[in-house]
Structure formats: structure tokens, C-alpha cells
């Protein structure tokens, strides 16, 4: 069993920057993908952005477009953590934020929807004042 620890959260100005974390319980974190989705009031849960094992010390990250060239998701293996630093921040990015783990998974896997992943963190609010 896997469990997931955020912390990070807050309100910021739009335009500003925030980093959300991500602590992992579990031994084979580096082979996890591990993914960020969100969730806005009244809104179904979106996908933000992963970074996934591909193989050996090798990873590629993948982005929504809504947060491509705003969001950078890294990862520090021997903290067993994930981040999501989050600059250019707008309005409509205010929302509970994510992050979820998957075992490996076949390279045809999107891992962008949310029912890919196999553990959730309790979530981090996540507020743009404009």
C-alpha cells in the first residue's frame, strides 16, 4: 500500500508561483508514475501533467495543454517526493490539486485519466486571487 502526502497549497496573486509536494510511502517509488490532476468547484477531476519512468534513470513528463509552459513537474527519488511548481498562475488554475501513483503501467497507457492511477493524496487547495 502506497500512501501519498501533499503539502504546498495556498492563495497567491495571479501571476505568481507555487510549489505543490508530493511524499510517497513505498520502495519502488522511482518506477511510479506519478501524476497531478485538479479539480475546480462543480468541475470533474482534470489531469495536469505526469512524469513517468522510462526505464532505467530515464523520465519524460507530459503536460495539459492548459499548463504547458507554466507548470514543471520534477521528481527527487531519494525523498520519495514529487513536485509541481506551478508559475504564471491564473484564476482558473484555483483548485484542489492531486497527486496520484501508478504501478507500471504498458507504454500504450495514457496515464492521463484518473482512473489509470492506483493511489491518491488527500488533495491541497490551491487559490489564484485576481
Known amino acids: 500500500q502506497v500512501q501519498l502526502v501533499e503539502s504546498g497549497g495556498g492563495l497567491v496573486q495571479a501571476g505568481g508561483s507555487l510549489r505543490v509536494s508530493c511524499t510517497a510511502s513505498g520502495r519502488t517509488f522511482s518506477r511510479y508514475t506519478m501524476g497531478w490532476f485538479r479539480q475546480a468547484p462543480g468541475k470533474e477531476r482534470e489531469f495536469v501533467g505526469h512524469?513517468?519512468?522510462?526505464?532505467?534513470?530515464?523520465?519524460?513528463?507530459y503536460y495539459d495543454n492548459s499548463v504547458k509552459g507554466r507548470f514543471t513537474i520534477s521528481r527527487d527519488n531519494f525523498k520519495n517526493t514529487v513536485y509541481l511548481q506551478m508559475n504564471g498562475l491564473k484564476s482558473e488554475d484555483t483548485a484542489v490539486y492531486y497527486c496520484?501513483?501508478?504501478?507500471?503501467?504498458?507504454?500504450?497507457?495514457?496515464?492521463?485519466?484518473?482512473?489509470?492511477?492506483?493511489?491518491w493524496g488527500q488533495g491541497t487547495q490551491v487559490t489564484v486571487s485576481s
Open positions: 496520484a501513483a501508478a504501478e507500471p503501467r504498458p507504454v500504450t497507457a495514457t496515464m492521463r485519466r484518473w482512473h489509470e492511477y492506483d493511489y
Open positions: 512524469i513517468r519512468w522510462s526505464g532505467g534513470s530515464d523520465y519524460y513528463t
